[in-house]
């Protein structure tokens, strides 16, 4: 079972790369963020035309999620049930027999002193509840998308200008950790534990993929007895070197699973 993430950065923009990329690589689930469409303008037709299912949930210019599948979920729930807010458009739930899927895009932060970036350090907290709620450690689980957090120094370019980033911060990392303890495992560093692997390169600075100056921040986080049947992990970098490129590229992860 192949599962994978990719913020598009506006599927209407990156959608003949998602249509691409799904055709060449033939995933099970495709976990998209930031879809920045609200529902009655996603592109679903173009989807489904190629033969995929797709849920979604978005808003004009911002936020969205997606999750692309092969075969149709058997359950899929948008958003938070705590009573807070729900933020339907960062988060999707989804199960595929054994396998659930919960897709996030968490907010980013802004600023270690913007009021944002203490509601990102909140959703986290959250999602760590939700989890406890709705699932079990026992359970086949992936928690996967642009999770906004670079947990070591490892997994950013430069890792001593970066401390004071909203994703690289001391705290943020630990209210990652948080959820982590949960009972959940990297699963691209099961198979990659070296430095120099990333998922994101900011359009910002000019030749960053070129010289391999990024982020790892697109991850996808399993239980133990999902982990255990991943058979491999990758970034797919060939996506970001295109024209006109989202500024993440697709991460996957192929598992074992009957």
Known sequence: MIIATFNANSIRSRLDAVLQWLDQRQ???LCIQET???DADFPV????AAGWQVAFRGEKSYNGVAIISRQAPDEVSFGFDDGGP???TRLVRARFGAVSVVNTYVPQGRDIEHEMYRYKIEWLARLRKLFERHYAPADKLLWTGDLNVAPFDIDVYKPETKQKHVCCHADIRKAFADVMDWGLSDVYRKHHPGPGHYSFYDYRQPSSLERNQGWRIDHLMATAPLAQLSRAAQIDLEPR??????DHTFVWADFATE
Do not use: N
């Open 241 to 246: 070197q295109a024209p006109k490129p989202s």
């Open 36 to 38: 920045k469409v609200q």
């Open 45 to 48: 037709e173009a989807i489904t």
């Open 27 to 29: 995933p099970d689930v």
């Open 86 to 88: 729900a933020d339907e």
